[in-house]
């Protein structure tokens, strides 16, 4: 019996000898593992990666394995220089300084994304709370969206007769699909106990709307804003392109027929920075939003 009680003694002291031991093991990995998921690592990282791409960029093109014409990070980075310098200048209408194409381009966006949202986001909460409804105009839904929206941008020409008009027609068309479907999914998706609970309390079709399926269908509707942002900002250069006047659209093709690839990658980093700025605040708010 005694040899019994020493060996459980033993075999309990090893044990708590073991886990103990383990224990700052466990520690010193996740000590590592957070050092090693360190943002200025990754900012590192990044840094080094940009600094590879443009030596290999320019180990391209000083060994001549690009067109005469192909853009260099020496001449890009002059041509950036030039243009970002007196970007405010006007001289005539179509000659103007690229911060006047990058507001012509954002009004436009921003015209047609809000006109975008007034009508996808009622006509979601409709269409996601009524079944039948939701049926019969499923097979337009399904044959319109998949639809190029710069396929419809000649019969926006033809019926508006204006080429600013049909751009923001087209951004309208861009922008409508994403936030209507993942509104009628988020109306869809919101658990039928809660609309049961407020009818319970006696709440009305308009209270329900305000308090139960306006928030709980929010962070759905917010996700689809910021496809729709997104597709919108993509959308305008192509169609500035075919539709010509002021914009970033018409920056580029125009720097194309002087052959001026310089400035067209530079306008494809400002094209770049400013959706990506149009994405991190449709980002910051839906990081806001939080129903629970």
């Known amino acids: 019996m005694t040899t019994l009680k020493n060996h459980s003694a033993s075999t309990s002291t090893a044990h ?32 080094a990666l940009f600094i590879a791409f443009i030596a290999i960029w320019q180990s391209v093109a000083a060994a001549g394995w690009l067109s005469g014409i192909a853009p260099t990070p020496a001449r890009t980075w002059d041509r950036a220089v030039e243009i970002l310098s007196d970007p405010f200048y006007r001289d005539g209408p179509a000659s103007v ?16 994304f809000a006109i975008a949202m007034v009508i996808a986001i009622p006509l979601g909460f409709w269409l996601g709370s009524s079944a039948t409804f939701r049926r019969a105009t499923d097979p337009f839904v399904q044959i319109l969206r998949p639809v190029s929206p710069l396929a419809w941008l000649p019969l926006g020409l033809a019926l508006l007769r204006d080429a600013e008009n049909t751009a923001v027609f087209v951004i309208i068309l ?54 729709s942002l997104s597709t919108a900002w993509l959308v305008i250069v192509a169609a500035e392109m075919l539709v010509g006047g002021q914009g970033v659209g018409f920056f580029v093709w125009n720097m194309w027929n002087r052959l001026d690839i310089d400035a067209i990658v530079v306008v494809i980093v400002l094209i770049g920075v400013i959706g990506l700025a149009l994405d991190y605040l449709v980002a910051s708010l839906q990081k806001v939003v939080r129903y629970d």
């Open 16 to 47: 708590s000898t073991d886990t103990h031991t383990a224990a700052p093991h466990r520690g010193n990995t996740d000590g590592r593992k957070k050092r090693r998921d360190s943002p200025w690592q990754a900012m590192g990282l990044g840094i």
């Open 97 to 112: 300084g690229i911060f006047w194409h990058m507001v012509a381009s954002l009004r436009r966006v921003l015209i047609g």
């Open 174 to 227: 861009s922008a409508l699909w994403p936030t209507l479907l993942n509104t009628i999914e988020a109306v869809r998706g919101i658990h039928p106990t809660y609309k049961n609970l407020a009818a319970t309390l006696g709440t009305n079709r308009m209270q329900q709307l305000l308090y139960i399926v306006g928030p709980a269908a929010l962070p759905g509707i917010i996700t689809g804003m910021r496809q």
